[in-house]
T-cell receptor, first 114, second 114 residues
Framework: AQSVTQLGSHVSVSEGALVLLRCNYS??????LFWYVQYPNQGLQLLLK??????LVKGINGFEAEFKKSETSFHLTKPSAHMSDAAEYFC????????????FGTGTQLKVEL | EAGVVQSPRYKIIEKKQPVAFWCNPI?????LYWYLQNLGQGPELLIR????????DSQLPKDRFSAERLKGVDSTLKIQPAELGDSAVYLC????????????FGPGTRLTVL
């Protein structure tokens, strides 16, 4: 079975500081990995996805994530936080033959302070 | 291009009452998903449709929940009767249907059961 663990349910950074949101996965087969963002009262929007091509994946809004098989991690980063980045972020996993079924982590609420 | 449309956005009902949620996926998307998102949690898959066929409904509580996707386009999720624990956000998503394909989410329906 596949699962993801997001370390830190709440992360607070200053505007302009590095954003690092952690995600570790568990999968018995090569995974596909995703980061989604959810703004209040809205649905989820895809930030980026890893599908076994390049291990460093660039997404929208300046975010990127690196797939590290040895560490079973897929952490999300952004060099400089902006106030508009404040939202909830979800890591998710699926796998080949899984029917595109996503298993989500519990989410990390990002707060950006002045 | 219009995104995934859901209605209503908010619904408040008394326990034991029935309730229904409607979803219109992105045009041309063969796969449709219903997710349940409890407060502070990531979404959990309830049911997945490939065209009009429910191909994964293992997580759908069939004693009170039902879903349909007539003609392989719009879908309706119903709860009858609703219980207090059903209070949550119900998200609909759609995708082209291929493995690792991006799922596009609607804004969700927030259900409150009193």
């Amino acid at each position: 079975a596949q699962s993801v663990t997001q370390l830190g349910s709440h992360v607070s950074v200053s505007e302009g500081a590095l954003v690092l949101l952690r995600c570790n996965y568990s999968s018995s087969v090569p995974p596909y990995l995703f980061w989604y963002v959810q703004y209040p009262n809205q649905g989820l929007q895809l930030l980026l996805k890893y599908t076994s091509a390049a291990t460093l994946v660039k997404g929208i809004n300046g975010f990127e994530a690196e797939f590290k098989k040895s560490e079973t991690s897929f952490h999300l980063t952004k060099p400089s936080a902006h106030m508009s980045d404040a939202a909830e972020y979800f890591c998710a996993v699926s796998f080949t033959g899984g029917g595109n079924k996503l298993t989500f982590g519990t989410g990390t609420q990002l707060k950006v302070e002045l | 291009e219009a995104g995934v449309v859901q209605s209503p956005r908010y619904k408040i009902i008394e326990k034991k009452q029935p309730v229904a949620f409607w979803c219109n996926p992105i045009s041309g998307h063969n796969t449709l998903y219903w997710y349940l998102q409890n407060l502070g949690q990531g979404p959990e898959l309830l049911i997945r449709y490939e065209n009009e066929e429910a191909v994964d409904d293992s997580q759908l509580p069939k004693d009170r929940f039902s879903a349909e996707r007539l003609k392989g386009v719009d879908s309706t999720l119903k709860i009858q009767p609703a219980e207090l624990g059903d209070s949550a956000v119900y998200l609909c998503a759609s995708s082209l249907g291929l493995n690792s394909d991006t799922q596009y989410f609607g804004p969700g329906t927030r259900l409150t059961v009193l």
